[in-house]
């Protein structure tokens, strides 16, 4: 029990935006083409564009890129968001990355 509670007070105080995470994450793989301030800000307002309906879906596919272990991984996810169709495509956040 001591766990859990450990482990959402760490989660609550930890909390950051999903754009704040991605940027952060580009950032640390050396692939983020601008600040990480701008890069927040440019992310957060594509995502106030995404209707409400599918806000979460698209949040959820740009943590799943998050997510991966290595820095290539998470490249190679974010770009197939940029050619998969509708949803996150429309945000573009290879925009802020640095491109091989």
């Known amino acids: 029990m ?7 007070l760490l989660a609550a105080v930890g909390c950051s935006s999903t754009a704040e995470r991605f940027c ?17 800000h440019v992310l957060e307002n594509a995502l106030d564009q995404v209707p409400a309906s599918d806000r979460e879906e698209v949040e959820h596919l ?5 997510d991966h272990p290595s820095c290539s991984g998470f ?3 974010i770009s197939s968001l940029r ?18």
């Open 24 to 40: 952060d994450r580009a950032d640390s793989c050396k692939i983020l083409q601008t600040s990480v301030d701008q890069c927040v």
């Open 75 to 77: 490249s190679t996810c």
């Open 2 to 8: 001591r766990t859990v509670l450990i482990t959402m």
């Open 83 to 100: 050619t998969a169709d509708g949803g996150p495509a429309s945000l573009q956040p290879t925009s802020l990355l640095a491109t091989d």
């Open 62 to 66: 740009l943590e799943e890129c998050i």
